[in-house]
Antibody, heavy 121, light 108 residues
Framework: QVQLHQWGAGLLKPSETLSLTCTVS????????WAWIRQSPGKGLEWIAE???????NYNSSLESRVTISLDTSKKEFSLRLKSVTAADTAVYYC????????????????WGQGSLVTVS | SFELTQDPAVSVALGQTVKITCQGD??????ASWFQQKSGQAPLLVVF???NRPSGIPDRFSASSSGNSASLTITGAQAEDEADYYC???????????FGGGTKLTVL
């Protein structure tokens, strides 16, 4: 069974760069989507960015100018960097695995990391 | 831009049936998936695609869709179903991901 484990700094100062990494174990790294999603305190889920099954990166337009995602297939890891953070970036950040289908218009996130609380203060 | 709209809160009596809806133009092109999230926990996928449940999800959870609307139905709601529920889908190109704002379900 696939497991996603994420880690990174939890407390940042304004203007610093957020950096998180997610390691995938117990499953293939190929043919899946690998996404970053966040949730501000008391708010809903917000998609940040992802690699699709062709390993193409796609970004939330509202964050794209500050976000970089990377993929290390040899380590089965993917990472998120968000620069110039402010208090508005305080959130729980999740990594997630997405499943897509060539025969049906659907994708879904079936496995999630444990979440990382990142506080900007 | 593509948005998904959910009612902020819904309540249901114990053992009764409740439908949580999600609306957005992109749902005409892509199926929605549904997540349950309890306080302090990561989201849990409960239904995806036309009407599929991951292993371990009770069959009281089901999904349907019509036009620009998708629904999650819980038939015979249990106390443990009290949670926030989010729909998710993609824009017409399949490139961009969107989540609904979430619906807080209270089981009375």
């Amino acid at each position: 069974q696939v497991q996603l484990h994420q880690w990174g700094a939890g407390l940042l100062k304004p203007s610093e760069t957020l950096s998180l990494t997610c390691t995938v174990s117990g499953g293939s790294f190929n043919h899946y989507y690998w996404a970053w999603i966040r949730q501000s305190p008391g708010k809903g889920l917000e998609w940040i960015a992802e690699f699709n099954h062709r390993r193409e990166a796609n970004y939330n337009s509202s964050l794209e100018s500050r976000v970089t995602i990377s993929l290390d297939t040899s380590k089965k890891e993917f990472s998120l960097r968000l620069k110039s953070v402010t208090a508005a970036d305080t959130a729980v950040y999740y990594c997630a695995r997405g499943v897509g289908y060539t025969t049906s218009p659907q994708t879904h996130f079936d496995s999630w990391g444990q979440g990382s609380l990142v506080t900007v203060s | 831009s593509f948005e998904l709209t959910q009612d902020p809160a819904v309540s249901v009596a114990l053992g009764q049936t409740v439908k949580i809806t999600c609306q957005g133009d992109g749902l005409r092109s892509y199926y929605a998936s549904w997540f349950q999230q309890k306080s302090g926990q990561a989201p849990l996928l409960v239904v995806f695609g036309e009407n599929n449940r991951p292993s371990g999800i009770p069959d009281r959870f089901s999904a349907s869709s019509s036009g620009n609307s998708a629904s999650l139905t819980i038939t015979g709601a249990q106390a443990e179903d009290e949670a926030d529920y989010y729909c998710h889908s993609r824009d017409n190109s399949g490139t961009l991901v969107v989540f609904g704002g979430g619906t807080k379900l209270t089981v009375l």
